[in-house]
């Protein structure tokens, strides 16, 4: 039987419980996750399958209420494993986790992206781009955008959409690609250009998807995954890649310091990276990372040229220029 439970704002799924409770000698693994609900159930679905003799318990969490928590409570976290944390946050509490770098995992087709300390293995890899309201160019009479240069063209003016760097990992996201690109001083100077062209800078990509949508933005950047599933499902939208290449951001997958001794822990982690990420990233996170990942999602662009994301991960530089950011 699978109990939900809401306790702190986190969401227990309990995995692998029988009648009132759980058997008393049954091997106990409790999983920190930041994705989203029909990820979790799909993990949820899988490890019930995989390991019905274990009680494993999934907790969600936010990315910044993960990262908190495991920064105040270190290794006496009740966490084993953690999935999905936005790999900045990982950085942030590394001191906190277990070397996973023997690991088996599945095979990276971008290995780069994985830390040179081997304290976690990157679980995904969400692109951003240019995404267009076909109808609404065709309407107003408005060429294509394929560069962020071509954003500051006057006959944009209103109606583009960005997700603000305050509350977005995706508006964050595309800052910091410029900030690698052009430093800070032009980055800001850019922005400063672009609010000009820019109706409203909104809370999240999901907010963007609803806008150009509905029509009332012409131009949105996004994270892809907010928009994929509409264009398959014959939205008149469009994904564009920017010429500079798409900007992108990782969550990773780690183990709690100490909790490695535990074989259970580590049966789990190991199915995790070698044979769950692939069913996620194939069915849900279709950014492109790993070896054998097959096409289950339709309208998703392929091999796609990656930006400038060389400070992705550099949390200290994320707080200081969030903290600048007034659009």
Excluded at 48 to 65: A, M, N, R, W
Excluded at 192 to 199: G, P, Q
Excluded at 251 to 278: F, P, Q
């Amino acid at each position: 039987m699978k109990k939900v439970i809401k306790i702190l704002g986190a969401v227990l799924i309990i995995i692998g419980l029988s009648g009132c409770g759980a058997a008393p000698n049954k091997d106990k693994v409790i999983l920190f996750s930041c994705m989203e609900e029909k990820r979790e159930a799909s993990l949820t679905e899988h490890l019930e399958e995989k390991f019905p003799g274990y009680e494993i318990v999934l907790q969600h969490y936010s990315t910044g209420d993960c990262g908190a928590k495991i920064l105040a409570e270190g290794v006496k976290t009740e966490a084993d494993i953690i999935v999905g944390l936005q790999c900045a946050s990982l950085e942030t509490v590394e001191d906190s986790l277990a070397d996973v770098s023997t690991y088996e995992t599945a095979e990276y087709l971008i290995p780069s992206l994985n830390p040179e300390s081997g304290k976690y293995w990157v679980w995904e890899k969400y692109d951003g781009g240019i995404v267009v309201n076909t109808e609404v160019l065709e309407r107003e009479g408005l060429p294509e955008p394929h560069s962020y240069e071509d954003l500051l063209n006057p006959v944009y003016k209103d109606w583009i959409v960005m997700p603000t760097a305050k509350t977005s990992g995706a508006g964050y996201m595309f800052f910091n690609n410029w900030y690698n690109m052009w430093g800070e001083d032009e980055a800001f100077a850019y922005l400063d250009k672009l609010r000009i062209n820019v109706s409203q800078f909104v809370s999240s990509g999901h907010n963007v998807t609803q806008l150009l949508l509905s029509g009332e933005n012409a131009i949105g950047l996004i994270d892809l995954m907010n928009i994929y599933r509409q264009i398959a499902e014959g939205a008149t939208v469009k994904i564009i890649i920017p010429d500079s290449g798409a900007p992108f951001n990782i969550t990773g997958t780690a183990i709690i310091k100490g909790k490695e001794k535990n074989s259970t822990v580590r049966e789990i982690y190991e199915y995790l990276m070698t044979d769950y990420v692939i069913y996620d990233n194939s069915n849900f996170s279709p950014g492109g990372i790993f070896v054998g990942q097959t096409e289950e999602i339709s309208g998703y662009p392929r091999n796609i040229p990656m930006a400038d994301m060389s400070t992705i991960t550099d949390n200290e530089l994320k707080n200081d220029l969030v903290s600048k950011w007034e659009y």
